[in-house]
């Protein structure tokens, strides 16, 4: 039995210690003593043994009470205020699996800038007159639908899995085009800083790793909390906008939440996205347009 709790075969094995059922006539003769204890064997990684814990111990104390004539006087009643259905361990990570996809367009738009500036068409771009937000325009608008559809592939993907959903289709790829938009924000600040396609393939893994890191994609971090905003905490990592769409897709899928309940994640990203995309666009116009020698 605790091989198959180490395993995860099972999520909870529970003793009934020899001498228990003498210990409880013991108890009912005498009021003296006590019942001998019911042991829990359970994987402290395992957050499932919760929910099986809870029913046995009630089964325990139910019959114990019935035995020896001693009732609680009051109960306790419960109402989910989640979707009400049980999840597994791949529904709670699945979000952030759909959070990594899109972290995964960095690399393509990083890569059609530094594309332009590696084979010199830049010069073409400047004679042109085209303005940096023009380009970067182009350019995100192009990538955004490119990562909106690797998040509906990987959405396919994990419903072939068997990951089932209530919630909104339409509100989930709201906020992942949001999401694609923060992430080639943060590439083209990437980009600034590289020329060649073999920099962004070295260099351009660190910005990568740092966003699938920190923002729970890769194992669940401890949340460390900044301040309040109306209601909703804001913590360290929500610097990344991902960090945040990463709880707005949970909510969403496996909660249900509605654009009332992502109101808050969903106007954080827009405003990050923002100001990462506003930083990305002075510097490269300053990097690789004010400064061009032709």
Known sequence: GKKMVKDRSADLFVTIPAGFSESLERFIATRQGAV?????????????YVMPAFLCDYTAYNYIGAKTGVTVPFTVTFDPAGSGKSLSSFDLYFPARL???????????????????????????????????EFLGAVSLNQVIIGTACLAFTFLAGA???YRTDGSMPLL?????????????????????????????????????????????????PKIGLFMIGGNQVYLNDILPTAIATRAFNKILNFNAGIGDIAFELGAIILLSGVYFIAGMLLFKRKHITNYTL
């Open 173 to 221: 790829f709201l906020v992942g085009a949001a999401t694609c938009f923060s992430v080639i924000a943060i590439s083209i600040i990437t980009a600034c800083f590289i020329r060649t396609i073999f920099g962004l393939l070295t260099v351009g893994c660190f910005p990568f790793f740092i966003l699938m890191f920190f923002s729970d994609c890769f194992m669940p971090l």
């Open 160 to 162: 072939s899995l068997g």
């Open 36 to 48: 001998m204890p019911v042991v829990n064997h359970y994987d402290p990684a395992n957050a499932r």
């Open 99 to 133: 959070v990594f996809s899109v972290i995964m367009v960095l690399f393509t738009a990083a890569a059609s800038l530094v594309r332009e500036v590696e084979k010199g068409t830049m010069a073409r771009l400047i004679l042109s007159k085209l303005t940096a937000a």
